[in-house]
């Protein structure tokens, strides 16, 4: 996909942090669209980094490799206990990397958002890419087995969800 750099809609993000909290880290990022003041760039190599040492991570990851992004990000929960990442993907529910590593994996995964209206995404010059073709979801990945499955989320600051099951 051409959009490894699309930027979470500010507005979202600060939806996100109203409803979950403040976020520590921002997972990959570059100086310019960065969410968080701690953040890791490609320079840094988050897939490299430790994660263990943050409590709320975002994520909102290159979409062309998103398979590798999800190894990571359940690597990293399984050895912290307390670490939890709020990760932005495209809704392909159909792809083997969300059988794999989300739907297979429900000691890791609290909660799947799934995101009411499309995310008007900003490209690098800060500047809305238009209406995306796909829908996105927001997967709370925590240690957690008291977790819910589906809910619905809205893409403004009104964040809110609804406990399906
Ligand atoms: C989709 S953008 C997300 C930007 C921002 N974090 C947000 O939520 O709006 C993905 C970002 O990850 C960065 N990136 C790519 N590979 C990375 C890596 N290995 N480690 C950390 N960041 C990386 C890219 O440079 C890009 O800025």
């Given at each position: 996909?051409?959009?490894?750099l699309?930027?979470?809609?500010?507005?979202?993000?600060?939806?996100?942090?109203?409803?979950?909290?403040?976020?520590?880290?921002?997972l990959?990022?570059?100086?310019?669209?960065?969410?968080?003041?701690?953040?890791?760039?490609?320079?840094?190599?988050?897939?490299?980094?430790?994660?263990?040492?943050?409590?709320?991570?975002w994520?909102?990851?290159?979409?062309?490799?998103?398979s590798?992004?999800?190894?990571?990000?359940?690597?990293?929960?399984?050895?912290?206990?307390?670490?939890?990442?709020f990760?932005?993907?495209?809704?392909?529910?159909?792809?083997?990397?969300?059988?794999?590593?989300v739907?297979?994996?429900?000691?890791?995964?609290?909660?799947?958002?799934?995101i009411?209206?499309?995310?008007?995404?900003?490209?690098?010059?800060?500047?809305?890419v238009?209406?995306?073709?796909?829908?996105?979801?927001?997967?709370?990945?925590?240690?957690?087995?008291?977790?819910?499955?589906?809910?619905?989320?809205?893409?403004?600051?009104?964040?809110?969800?609804?406990?399906?099951?």
């Amino acid at each position: 996909m051409g959009n490894d750099l699309w930027e979470t809609p500010k507005p979202f993000f600060d939806g996100v942090e109203d409803y979950f909290g403040d976020m520590d880290i921002d997972l990959a990022a570059n100086f310019q669209n960065r969410k968080v003041n701690k953040y890791f760039d490609e320079k840094d190599n988050s897939l490299k980094m430790d994660w263990n040492s943050y409590n709320m991570g975002w994520l909102n990851p290159p979409y062309s490799k998103p398979s590798i992004w999800l190894d990571k990000v359940n690597d990293e929960i399984l050895k912290s206990k307390d670490l939890e990442v709020f990760m932005l993907l495209p809704m392909t529910f159909e792809s083997n990397y969300y059988h794999n590593s989300v739907f297979n994996k429900p000691e890791l995964v609290n909660t799947i958002y799934l995101i009411n209206g499309r995310l008007s995404y900003l490209d690098e010059n800060k500047k809305k890419v238009g209406s995306p073709r796909f829908g996105s979801c927001l997967i709370h990945f925590k240690r957690d087995f008291n977790r819910e499955i589906i809910s619905f989320g809205k893409c403004d600051r009104e964040f809110k969800s609804v406990k399906l099951i």
